[in-house]
């Protein structure tokens, strides 16, 4: 199991925004065979950060993942929302429900 947290931070004026197009991207790549959790999370004490936390079932569904129509899509439309580039740690499932 591959763990991916993608740290995220918006424009003030986007958070809305990038919330919407960050709900369509999950539950699509939840149809995807590869994923085992794609989660979207917003800090209490900052609502412009975000983290999604991707579980993929091998390096491979990762690689896949970022080929899909709907990964363009928000890759493009969150672009411009982004206060500052988006940041990702890898991490190795240990006890990760999946």
Known sequence: ???VHVSVHVNDDAVEAFIDASRANAAASLE???VARF???QALDDPTRFVLV???RSEEAAAAHKETAHYATWRDTVAPLMAEPRSSTRYRGIAYPA
């Open 1 to 3: 199991m591959l763990i």
């Open 54 to 56: 991707e579980a993929y």
């Open 39 to 41: 989660d979207v999370v």
């Open 32 to 34: 995807e065979p590869g």
